[in-house]
T-cell receptor, first 116, second 117 residues
Framework: AQSVAQPEDQVNVAEGNPLTVKCTYS??????LFWYVQYPNRGLQFLLK??????LVKGSYGFEAEFNKSQTSFHLKKPSALVSDSALYFC??????????????FGTGTQLKVEL | ETGVTQSPTHLIKTRGQQVTLRCSSQ?????VSWYQQALGQGPQFIFQ???????GRGNFPPRFSGLQFPNYSSELNVNALELDDSALYLC????????????????FGPGTRLTVT
């Protein structure tokens, strides 16, 4: 089964410091990977995706992610964290479904807390 | 460009009742997916609709059903509600083709919070 794992339930970082939110994947074939962010009582907002090409993917709000095939990882990064980045972050993989479509399979989420 | 909208925002139902949740897809999108997000968990895929046909289904019982309309809006219906159905229900839209090609990312609405008592 195609899946992603987020090994950390929570990540704490001081404002201004770099942040990393980890994600590993288990996929047969080429992985299509995504990061989404969820603020309290809100839906998911798309941050970035990896389909093919450069291993460093740039996304919204200054976030980027590094695809590493040998380590089967897709870690989310930001050079300088803001308090407003505090939210729940989900890694996801696109999985084919019967009928020709695709679904997203999500990790369990990582709560990011950025403190002053 | 209008985003994905969902209604209602919140809903409280009693066990055994039926509920209908609604979703309007983003303009230009023809595919709608529904997800259930229980408290403290990641979203779980319920099913997907493409051009008014169910395109695939996750591990949910038949009392979860859906519809897609010609304008690509969609409904999620849940019959015989159970306490475990309490969750945030998310709708996501994307663009798909008959050849199975689709836009890679899905765009999510704000969700409907369903509480079953």
């Amino acid at each position: 089964a195609q899946s992603v794992a987020q090994p950390e339930d929570q990540v704490n970082v001081a404002e201004g410091n770099p942040l990393t939110v980890k994600c590993t994947y288990s996929v047969s074939g080429n992985p299509y990977l995504f990061w989404y962010v969820q603020y309290p009582n809100r839906g998911l907002q798309f941050l970035l995706k990896y389909i093919t090409g450069d291993n460093l993917v740039k996304g919204s709000y200054g976030f980027e992610a590094e695809f590493n095939k040998s380590q089967t990882s897709f870690h989310l990064k930001k050079p300088s964290a803001l308090v407003s980045d505090s939210a729940l972050y989900f890694c996801a993989v696109r999985v084919p479904i019967t009928g020709g479509g695709n679904k997203l399979t999500f990790g369990t989420g990582t709560q990011l807390k950025v403190e002053l | 460009e209008t985003g994905v909208t969902q209604s209602p925002t919140h809903l409280i139902k009693t066990r055994g009742q039926q509920v209908t949740l609604r979703c309007s897809s983003q303009s230009g999108h023809n595919t709608v997916s529904w997800y259930q997000q229980a408290l403290g968990q990641g979203p779980q895929f319920i099913f997907q609709y493409y051009r008014e046909e169910e395109n695939g289904r996750g591990n949910f019982p038949p009392r979860f059903s859906g519809l897609q309309f010609p304008n690509y809006s969609s409904e999620l219906n849940v019959n015989a509600l159970e306490l475990d159905d309490s969750a945030l229900y998310l709708c996501a839209s994307s663009f798909g083709t008959a050849q199975g090609k689709s836009s890679y990312e899905q765009y999510f609405g704000p969700g409907t919070r369903l509480t079953v008592t």
